[in-house]
């Protein structure tokens, strides 16, 4: 009864130690010396999680982040915003470079000049100046007005449901329309953007202009996702503190604790591609009646198209079938889709999406493509090519119905020239007994 | 097989009747069996002929096998029906009714095979 149970523990705790990511599990963390000891709950719940953490100052070049042309880790952490200066590979246009290799990139902004914001503004994302913090004065609390408790949403996909609220210090930022970004928290409602010192001019200037200027309420972000095109994924946090021992073991109501770490965790597995990953595993298409694939289908066949998806499971680094996607399309396109119909799950195999479609009466060059792109999930993207081509000569119907008359035409013809011919035989016939008998 | 000088007042009356009249009296009982034969090609060849033109010409090739196997029986026929002829012996003499009728045969099977080849 108690042995199975402890080998599936052991199982899951063998299983845990390594790589629960599914891009690897080397992570450069930079962080001054002098502060690494702030974060120790954080760094040490990433280890837990089988991550191996190699930590580099801001400003030193070694260990380096690419050696031969190749990014040496999986993962970046930076929590040293406040550099005036940083080392190049680490700067805007190295870490741009290491993200459209894959490398997934947590990033805590800053809240003076650095070469961080221009690094944000890569990303679409618009920081306020220099020195600004979200300030908050509801609910009433001893705190200071810039350490606020923010509440997540309740059903982001990237969130444990009911999480605790969290502590959050730090600046907001504005996020502009580019579909790439994924939000994951918003500042309160009642929060502004000011100067800690003196938050009341902020607001007096604003309110003199109608409310023009004011950077407030929830429509700023503080915790920010963003997946590029190759689904590497990069979160911005407005604040270092989100992640320090402190706020960690605050109490966000007497009794609670706040839900940082809880928080932090999420937002560290969506972005070292734990949760929400998801692939293509293969796709397949034949004709309706044909055993086999084809790569050339004719004009109005009817075609089976499948494919095959897997998401990716952290807790046991495999890749399970996966049938929860309602909303996955197939076009079969040639320039424009001339189709684009659901694909939906099949309930025999899980994992499977299938539809049934007759190709259009177009011949061409076409394309089966699937290109799934919702927010905080894996693009999915699949494109197979095959060739539509007209029927061959011997394909098209040989009889036609419309052309019943001529049939009959011809056919009345021969009918009537075999009955002429026996008649005219017959009466030779009958005239020679005739012509004898007289 | 001009009228008949003792039925002036008929010939007057209908022109047509004196005409089909005469047709009936004088003609062979051979050519009257091959000319109904020819009434029934150029009949069908006409019908095909205006479905082709008010419905459609589509396949033409059914089109052109149907209505050109009428055309060319006819034409069969109608050499038939001269060769055959009694008036115009004089024209065959060295073609006998039996050896007409064969080339005609002949002709038509040979028509008939390439109207079916051409049909479908």
Request: proline residues 7%; hydrophobic residues 40%; glycine residues 6%.
């Amino acid at each position: 009864m108690f042995l199975p149970t402890l080998f599936w523990l052991a199982a899951v705790a063998i299983a845990g130690v390594h790589a629960r990511s599914s891009a690897g599990d080397s992570v450069l963390v930079v962080v001054e010396p002098e502060h690494q000891a702030k974060y120790s709950i954080f760094f040490q719940n990433i280890k837990d999680r089988g991550y191996e953490l190699t930590f580099r100052a801001p400003q030193t070049e070694e260990p380096r982040l690419v050696e031969f042309d190749a990014p040496k880790f999986s993962h970046v952490v930076i929590l040293a915003p406040e550099i005036k200066s940083i080392a190049k590979d680490i700067g805007p246009q190295g870490l741009v470079d290491v993200l459209s290799r894959g490398v997934n990139l947590l990033v805590a902004l800053p809240q003076k000049q650095s070469p961080l914001s221009a690094f944000a503004a890569e990303f679409s994302l618009i920081l306020p100046p220099p020195n600004t913090h979200l300030i908050s004065y509801f609910p009433e609390r001893n705190e200071s007005a810039t350490i606020i408790p923010v509440a997540p949403s309740k059903d982001h996909p990237i969130l444990t449901n009911g999480i605790t609220p969290i502590w959050f210090s730090g600046a907001p930022h504005a996020l502009s329309t580019n579909p790439y970004l994924v939000p994951i928290l918003h500042a309160p409602a009642q929060s502004f953007a000011g100067e800690p010192d003196s938050p009341g001019d902020v607001l007096a200037d604003a309110a003199e202009k109608g409310g023009e200027g004011l950077w407030a309420g929830s429509q700023l972000g503080i915790v920010t996702g963003f997946q590029a095109s190759n689904n590497a994924r990069v979160t911005f946090v407005g604040g270092r503190e989100v992640f320090s021992d402190e706020f960690a073991q605050k109490e966000i109501n007497p009794g609670t604790k706040s839900g940082n770490t809880q928080f932090v965790n999420d937002i560290v597995a969506w972005t070292f591609q734990e949760s929400l990953v998801f692939r293509v595993d293969k796709v397949e298409h034949r004709g309706l009646n044909t055993p086999i694939s084809s790569d050339k289908y004719t004009v109005n066949d009817n075609v089976i198209f499948s494919a095959y998806i897997s998401k990716y499971d952290p807790q046991t680094s495999t890749w399970a079938s996966y049938s929860g996607i309602d909303d996955l399309q197939l076009e079969f396109t040639m320039l424009d889709p001339h189709i684009r119909t659901a694909l939906l799950p099949e309930s025999e195999t899980p994992g499977k999406y299938s539809v049934t479609f007759r190709v259009p009466d177009r011949h061409g060059v076409f394309k089966f493509v699937i290109n799934h792109r919702r927010n905080g999930m894996t693009y999915l993207q699949s494109s197979t090519t095959v060739a539509v081509v007209p029927p061959r000569h011997d394909e098209y119907p040989r009889f036609l119905s419309a052309a019943w008359p001529y049939y009959v035409g011809a056919m009345s013809t021969s009918i009537g020239f075999v009955l002429f011919s026996a008649l005219w035989m017959a009466r030779d016939v009958r005239e020679e007994k005739k012509g004898k008998t007289e | 097989m001009a009228p008949k000088a003792g039925q002036p007042a008929a010939a007057a009356n209908s022109p047509l009747q004196t005409l089909w009249k005469a047709y009936t009296d004088t003609t062979p009982d051979r050519l009257k069996f091959i000319d109904s034969f020819l009434l029934f090609l150029m009949l069908s060849g006409v019908i095909q002929f205006v479905y082709c033109i008010l419905v459609t010409d589509f396949p033409f090739n059914a089109f052109l096998a149907g209505f050109s196997s009428t055309v060319g029986q006819f034409v069969l026929s109608a050499s038939l029906r001269s060769q055959v002829n009694p008036d115009n012996k004089e024209e065959f003499k060295e073609v006998s009714p039996e050896r007409a009728f064969a080339d005609f045969a002949l002709g038509s099977i040979v028509l008939h095979f390439f109207v079916y080849n051409f049909l479908g």
